[in-house]
C-alpha cells in the first residue's frame, strides 16, 4: 500500500504563486506515474497534470498549461506542483495521485485546499 500525503495549500491573493508538495510513504514511486487533481464542490474532479516515472514525459490540463509545472524526485518520494499566476477559478482542493501499471489511480492523498482570491 501506498499513502499519500498533500501539502502546501493555502490562501493567495490572484496572481500569486504556491506550491504543492505530495509526499508518498509504504511504496517508492518510481515506478508510477504521479498526477495532481482538483474538485470544487459539486463538481467532477479533473486532472490538472501528470508526470511520467523518469519525470521527462509531463501532462497539462489546458486550463492550467503554461502557469503550473509538475516535478517529482524519486529519491525523496514526493511530487510537487508549482502553481503560478494563479486565478480564482483555480479554487479547488487538489489532490496527488499514483498510477501504477494497470492504468487506473490506485492511490490517492485526502487533498489539499486551495483559494485564490480575487
Known amino acids: 500500500q501506498m499513502q499519500l500525503a498533500e501539502s502546501g495549500g493555502g490562501l493567495v491573493q490572484a496572481g500569486g504563486s504556491l506550491r504543492l508538495s505530495c509526499a508518498a510513504s509504504?511504496?517508492?514511486?518510481?515506478?508510477?506515474?504521479m498526477g495532481w487533481f482538483r474538485q470544487i464542490p459539486g463538481k467532477e474532479r479533473e486532472s490538472v497534470a501528470a508526470?511520467?516515472?523518469?519525470?521527462?514525459?509531463?501532462d497539462y490540463s489546458d486550463s492550467v498549461k503554461g502557469r503550473f509545472t509538475i516535478s517529482r524526485d524519486n529519491t525523496k518520494n514526493t511530487a510537487d506542483l508549482q502553481m503560478n499566476s494563479l486565478k480564482p477559478e483555480d479554487t479547488a482542493v487538489y489532490y496527488c495521485?499514483?498510477?501504477?501499471?494497470?492504468?487506473?489511480?490506485?492511490?490517492w492523498g485526502q487533498g489539499t485546499q486551495v483559494t485564490v482570491s480575487s
Open positions: 509504504g511504496r517508492t514511486i518510481r515506478e508510477y506515474t
Open positions: 495521485a499514483a498510477m501504477g501499471s494497470g492504468g487506473r489511480w490506485d492511490y
Open positions: 508526470i511520467g516515472w523518469t519525470g521527462r514525459a509531463t
